[in-house]
């Protein structure tokens, strides 16, 4: 059973930072792409950066220089810096296995003054 456990997320003033982590257990983490989604109220989930197995990475134009995400597969998880948050990242963050589709349970991030 696949199971993707986020964590990190909180309440941050505009151009705050955090990080977020997401551990991974029944896949065999390092051959699967992983990803971040968010979620705003209202709107559609979105992709906000995804990394391939061999560290190739893509970013949604609007984080593109401010987020950045990572992965460390010997602890089956995946990161996702932020840095120079915007009112506009307020969302929930959700970590995301592209093979299977799972998806985890999503940890809040709100940035507001």
């Known amino acids: 059973q696949v199971q993707l456990v986020e964590s990190g997320g909180g309440l941050v003033q505009p151009g705050g930072s955090l990080r977020l982590s997401c551990v991974a257990s029944?896949?065999?983490?390092?051959?699967?792409?992983m990803g971040w989604y968010r979620q705003a109220p209202g709107k559609q989930r979105e992709l906000v950066a995804s990394?391939?197995?061999?560290?190739?990475?893509n970013y949604a134009d609007s984080v593109k220089g401010r987020f950045t995400i990572s992965r460390d597969n010997k602890k089956n998880s995946v990161y996702l810096q932020m840095n120079s948050l915007k009112p506009e990242d307020t969302a929930v963050y959700y970590c995301n296995c592209r093979y299977t589709g799972s998806w985890g349970q999503g940890t809040q991030v709100t940035v507001s003054s």
């Open positions: 990394i391939g197995s061999a560290g190739s990475t």
């Open positions: 029944g896949i065999i983490f390092s051959i699967n792409t």
